[in-house]
């Protein structure tokens, strides 16, 4: 007679995490076991996932730590979890994603099923149009600096499932292994790179700021893709008097505004012809800022706060296109060419082009 497990896993919900984790791609953890390698005795890996998760014996190795080149010359840090972690990750995302889902707000955008940065970006346009000062809020260090205890609490109000809670609290004090061979220890925030990450940032800010902000500040719209953050005020006064009340509120959650980067902005057009040390701010990848525009109708010249691609995403995109080393490839077929392009050249178009810069 089999013994019964622990705890009632669905092995439907790993062989489904599976192809999600085998769909995103992703590079090997510290284990060294890459996707063919994986897929090479695949039954018996997803069977072995599944069967330490029911008995409650499931530890996850450390994560692989591996520092980011950041625009400004600093690096941050991105953890990258074995497969095995990655599929364990996901099947507690497939049940904490339906769970979670109603309880998020219209206005948060990021890693959420329907939701994008275009609609984000195309909602904070409409806002601009609207209302003519934005408070462009910068946290610092958010992955790292979530407090787990909190995050914990939240995750308590909406699941009681044992086995989903122990795994969580696990994941959360994985520790971070270096390519030397460091191990650093964890005692707060959550690794991005992680597959239940997103979800996690999510819950976090959604009772950190978004239903703090529908409870407090009803009337003051904002848009949130995971700690990008814009909040949309009727006067300068309004704004400054916002960012003094977040900054005393992220400070009672464990986080911290960045006081240098967060800015009050004002939307300056045709209509608007006040000033302000600020008038654009960029927020995925976009710069808003005022722009040239033509009235289509009359044919009329006129001002409007508008969104169009950065210089940092502009600075990125060329230095991918330098990596590719084109120049060295003279003898390659183009056809082989195009196809090692082709997929990158696509994202960026199908990204930027839907809000092109006309000046």
């Known amino acids: 007679m089999n013994e019964a497990k622990p705890f009632v896993i669905d092995k439907r919900l790993v062989w489904e995490a599976y192809h999600k984790v085998k769909e995103n791609k992703g590079s090997a953890g ?6 063919k390698t994986f897929d090479k005795e695949m039954s018996k890996n997803l069977y ?4 330490r998760m029911s008995s409650g014996c499931y530890f996850p190795k450390a994560v692989k730590l591996v520092e980011i080149p950041k625009s400004n010359g600093g690096t941050r840090p991105l953890g990258i979890p074995t497969i095995e972690y990655r599929i364990a990750q996901q099947v507690v995302v497939s049940v904490l994603t339906p769970i979670l889902e109603p309880i998020f707000k219209e206005d948060s955008y990021g890693y959420r099923p329907g939701k994008g940065a275009h609609q984000a970006i195309a909602k904070a346009k409409e806002r601009c149009y609207v209302t003519p000062w934005v408070l462009d809020m910068d946290i610092s260090k958010f992955f790292d600096t979530i407090n787990h205890e909190l995050l914990m609490k939240a995750i ?3 699941t009681e499932e044992k086995w989903v809670l122990l795994y969580i609290e696990r994941w959360l004090k994985v520790p971070y292994q270096t390519s030397k061979g460091e191990v650093i220890e964890r005692t707060m925030g959550v690794p991005q790179g992680s597959v239940i990450g997103p979800v996690l940032a999510n819950l ?5 700021f978004d239903e ?6 009803p009337t003051i719209p904002f848009e949130r893709y995971a700690d990008d953050t814009i909040c949309h005020c009727v006067s300068e006064k309004q704004a400054r008097f916002l960012k003094a009340v977040l900054m005393k509120r992220f400070e009672e959650c464990g986080l911290k505004l960045n006081e240098e980067k967060t800015k009050i902005v004002y939307c300056k057009d045709s209509n608007r012809r006040g000033d302000s040390e600020h008038t654009s701010f960029d927020f995925l990848g976009f710069t808003f800022r005022p722009r040239g525009a033509r009235n289509r109708k009359t044919g009329q010249n006129f001002t409007a706060f508008l969104p169009a691609i950065s210089n940092k995403s502009m600075k990125r995109i060329k230095e991918a296109i330098r990596a590719w080393k084109l120049n060295r490839k003279t003898f390659a077929c183009l056809l082989d060419i195009s196809t ?3 997929t990158q050249i696509s994202g960026w178009m199908n990204y930027f082009v839907p809000y092109p810069r006309l000046d």
């Open 30 to 35: 510290i284990d060294k076991v890459d996707q």
């Open 48 to 51: 072995k996932i599944w069967n």
């Open 156 to 158: 308590r109000k909406h």
């Open 204 to 208: 976090f800010l959604h009772y950190v």
């Open 212 to 217: 703090w902000m529908s409870r407090n500040y």
């Open 340 to 342: 090692e392009v082709d």
